[in-house]
């Protein structure tokens, strides 16, 4: 600002005294000497800014830990149960620069401070068979989004490896009998750069009775058994146009298939499962055996999965026929596509499970369908029986 205001006043200026210099005007040459002083105000004036800016930086770090003499709970079934960390590093500070460079009015540069750190964090007395979900702070997060291994309290388990590199070999106990869980480098920046509050659902059988419910199931059915891609072991969207799409088989903060979170949570809680009967349901329109229409049906036709488009025997969705609608909304799934069935089959036959297709019928008779229930005589069939 100061260079244009003194360059136009000594341009003014140079004007009003005339002549020149050089083969100069005086405008130019008060114009030059107005310039050169405007700058090495603005540079003094404005130069500040490239100071550095720091944010995030903090001046001391706390971490809660276990008491003393706490008691180490213990838990049957699935519990959502709260930790106590029973061993942690030292916090990491990260740094990151912005800004900065040179010239007439440099930018500040700015310093921005993170931290990680990795803990241990004990839950229950073991063994348990799995921790699905997490916490923090009381809002859910994936599994997936940090780097956690977890440890099931059995009476054989040996020494977390990053404990070891930090401590030392030999220094560090193997919790036997305890359920814990490690976490390595967690970044603590979305949690306001600090360690927080942790809650861990837990699954647990019943440990000493070999004849509980968990170790006797064999076989189960694989339901709902509708949905178009409810069996699908890859996430599915659905192209709305304009840019728009929706994955319609990721519902959980697993960030997985709804199918392979369901099979991982059967094989972690009833691990002598050995069979399953995959439900697929298709539709059928009347009681009467020999007027009823068995037959494939979607929820709607507007939109289709460029990666897994509907077909179902050789039905495509714009040709198949609707599931029935209740105050706006469909009272089925749809007939899972033949896609999705197959990555099914493969996803279990793969993880040594034996497969048994098992058609299913869903009955699709609303009120006022005007079918003669063959049960009762003239009253018409019931709503969806």
């Known amino acids: 600002m100061a260079t244009l205001v003194l360059s136009a006043a000594g341009a003014a200026l140079g004007s009003s005294l005339g002549g020149s210099v050089l083969g100069l005007s005086m405008s130019a040459v008060g114009r030059f000497a107005g310039a050169s002083l405007g700058r090495a105000i603005d540079q003094r004036v404005l130069g500040g800014g490239a100071q550095s800016i720091e944010t995030g930086r903090?001046?001391?770090?706390?971490?809660?830990?276990?008491?003393?003499?706490?008691?180490?709970?213990?838990?049957?079934?699935?519990?959502?149960?709260?930790?106590?960390?029973?061993?942690?590093?030292?916090?990491?500070?990260?740094?990151?620069?912005?800004?900065?460079?040179?010239?007439?009015?440099?930018?500040?540069?700015?310093?921005?401070?993170?931290?990680?750190?990795?803990?241990?964090?004990?839950?229950?007395?073991?063994?348990?068979?799995?921790?699905?979900?997490?916490?923090?702070?009381?809002a859910e997060i994936s599994v997936h989004d940090v780097n956690m291994v977890v440890y099931p309290g059995s009476r054989d388990q040996l020494p977390d490896p990053k404990m070891e590199a930090v401590e030392g070999v030999g220094a560090v106990p193997a919790y036997r009998g305890t359920a814990y869980v490690v976490f390595e480098d967690l970044d603590l920046s979305r949690f306001g750069n600090r360690v927080p509050q942790f809650s861990f659902e837990v699954t647990r059988p019943v440990q000493d009775d070999p004849d509980d419910v968990p170790f006797n199931i064999r076989a189960v059915a694989m339901i709902p058994g509708t949905g178009e891609y409810s069996l699908a072991t890859d996430a599915v969207s659905l192209d709305g146009g304009a840019g728009k799409s929706d994955t319609v088989n990721v519902n959980s903060p697993s960030d997985r298939a709804d199918f392979v979170t369901s099979l991982k949570h059967l094989q972690e809680e009833v691990p002598d499962c050995g069979s399953v009967s995959l439900v697929v349901s298709w539709f059928g329109s009347d009681?009467?055996?020999?007027?009823?229409?068995?037959?494939?049906?979607?929820?709607?036709?507007?939109?289709?999965?460029?990666?897994?488009?509907?077909?179902?025997?050789?039905?495509?969705?714009?040709?198949?026929?609707?599931?029935?609608?209740?105050?706006?909304?469909?009272?089925?799934?749809?007939?899972?596509?033949?896609?999705?069935?197959?990555?099914?089959?493969?996803?279990m036959t793969a993880k040594g499970l034996e497969v048994l297709y098992y058609p299913f019928i869903l009955m699709e008779q609303m009120p006022g369908n005007g079918l003669q229930n063959p049960w009762v005589g003239d009253v018409e069939q019931p709503k969806l029986p």
């Open 58 to 138: 903090l001046d001391r770090l706390r971490l809660s830990t276990a008491g003393e003499g706490q008691p180490i709970p213990q838990i049957f079934g699935r519990m959502r149960v709260g930790g106590h960390i029973i061993w942690a590093t030292q916090f990491k500070e990260h740094v990151s620069k912005s800004g900065g460079g040179k010239g007439l009015s440099p930018q500040p540069t700015i310093k921005e401070y993170s931290y990680s750190v990795s803990l241990a964090v004990a839950l229950c007395e073991g063994e348990i068979t799995s921790v699905n979900r997490i916490w923090a702070d009381g």
């Open 287 to 347: 009681l009467r055996c020999g007027e009823c229409v068995i037959q494939p049906k979607v929820e709607q036709i507007e939109a289709d999965s460029a990666e897994m488009p509907w077909v179902v025997s050789g039905l495509v969705r714009a040709d198949a026929g609707l599931v029935p609608v209740d105050e706006g909304r469909p009272v089925y799934g749809g007939t899972p596509c033949d896609a999705s069935v197959v990555q099914s089959i493969r996803d």
